[in-house]
């Protein structure tokens, strides 16, 4: 199995700018497409943005399109959304998920994370 742990999430003025890290666990992490997804409150889960096995391609919500941007580092086992000009709608609880092939803007992931709060300030 593949266990992920968030982390990075906080406290953020609007405008300002936050960057989030999920690790994983195991040796074939560059087997999964990784993405994170966020829950507001009241709201369902959303898609947020994905990459692909190799780091190639990525995927991005339009919401976040031109503010947010996925990475990831396979010899660390590590995927990240680095988060600009954030606003009080991106507030919510940032899940990493991961899923073995192509990367998907569904919730149809393999594996999830505990989640990470994020809290922007207006």
């Known amino acids: 199995q593949v266990q992920l742990v968030e982390s990075g999430g906080g406290l953020v003025q609007a405008g300002g700018s936050l960057r989030l890290s999920c690790a994983a666990s195991?040796?074939?992490?560059?087997?999964?497409?990784m993405g994170w997804f966020r829950q507001a409150a009241g709201k369902k889960r959303e898609f947020v943005a994905a990459?692909?096995?190799?780091?190639?391609?990525?995927l991005y919500a339009d919401s976040v399109k031109g503010r947010f941007t996925i990475s990831r580092d396979n010899a660390q086992n590590t995927v990240s959304l680095q988060m600009n000009s954030l606003n009080a709608e991106d507030t919510a609880v940032y899940y990493c998920?991961?899923?073995?092939?192509?990367?998907?803007?569904?919730?149809?992931?393999?594996?999830w994370g505990q989640g990470t709060q994020v809290t922007v300030s207006s």
């Open positions: 195991g040796r074939t992490f560059s087997n999964y497409a």
């Open positions: 998920a991961g899923r073995a092939g192509l990367a998907v803007t569904t919730d149809d992931y393999d594996y």
């Open positions: 990459i692909s096995r190799g780091g190639s391609r990525t």
